[in-house]
């Protein structure tokens, strides 16, 4: 059974950055697809980034581009999401995924997610 755990969440200033990881076990991930979703407040689940499994092609939301960074290591089996200039508006609880399908749905078991705030 695969089994996702993130970490690296914690409260932050705005403008700060943060280092998030996603320690995966049961399977290995290099042949998936791995993205980031996360859920503010009273709103719902949403994309943030997904990288490719060949070639690590990355594809980020509009809210977040050019201020996060994907990336993985198969070989340890851990997703990462490098999030630098935090604003509030990125305060949720973030979860990693995979393998990811077209329209970049989440196909995997979600994990219990990391808590991320940003203070203003």
């Known amino acids: 059974q695969v089994q996702l755990t993130e970490s690296g969440g914690r409260l932050v200033q705005a403008g700060g950055s943060l280092r998030l990881s996603c320690a995966i076990s049961?399977?290995?991930?290099?042949?998936?697809?791995m993205g980031w979703f996360r859920q503010g407040p009273g709103k719902d689940r949403e994309f943030v980034a997904v990288i490719t499994w060949s070639g690590g092609r990355t594809t980020y939301s509009d809210s977040v581009k050019g201020r996060f960074v994907i990336a993985r290591d198969d070989g340890r089996n851990i997703l990462y999401l490098q999030m630098n200039n935090l604003k509030p508006e990125d305060t949720a609880m973030y979860y990693c995924n995979g393998p990811i399908g077209s329209d970049y749905q989440p196909l995997g078991s979600w994990g219990q997610g990391t808590q991320v705030t940003v203070s203003s």
């Open positions: 049961g399977r290995s991930i290099e042949y998936w697809d």
